[in-house]
């Protein structure tokens, strides 16, 4: 995978994996990430050690103006993943959003705004539902 650093050899990945451009990603060490993963990733994604991310997790940076008359126009804002995450299957994490360490994100989950440290996070939008 071409992110324009060396990856640590720690770091496992199993295709297939998309990215919009895959040099605005930063993984950190004993990084897991299962199949069909998609990262939009023109406003930068930081991926702490040890983060866990399964299949169909969707990292989007990028999003369109409210404006109808301008939808056109799109903005970026980062996604920062600390370390010891768990994002669980088919999760969507949304523009300028941070994930506090050791945290889970469940199944399914839209997470739209930050999530602490030491806490699962499940549902659309998500919501804290236990604190570790």
């Known amino acids: ?10 770091t496992w990945i199993i295709p297939p994996f998309y990215a919009d451009f895959g040099r605005n990603i930063k993984v950190g060490k004993n990084f897991f990430m299962n199949q069909s993963c998609t990262f939009m990733d023109r406003g930068g994604i930081t991926i702490g050690d040890d ?11 990028i999003n369109h103006d409210f404006n109808p008359y301008n939808r056109k126009a799109t903005f970026c804002k980062p996604i920062v993943i600390k370390d ?3 994002i669980g299957i088919n999760a ?17 989950s839209v997470v739209t705004k930050d999530v602490p440290p ?11 539902l236990k604190t570790l």
Do not use: H
């Open 1 to 10: 995978m071409k992110l324009g650093y060396e990856v640590d050899s720690s």
């Open 51 to 61: 983060v866990f991310i399964a299949p169909k997790v969707c990292l989007t940076t």
């Open 84 to 86: 010891r995450v768990w």
């Open 92 to 108: 969507t994490i949304c523009p300028g959003v941070t994930i506090g360490e050791n945290s889970i994100i469940a199944a399914g």
């Open 118 to 128: 030491n806490i699962i996070v499940g549902g659309n939008p998500a919501k804290i």
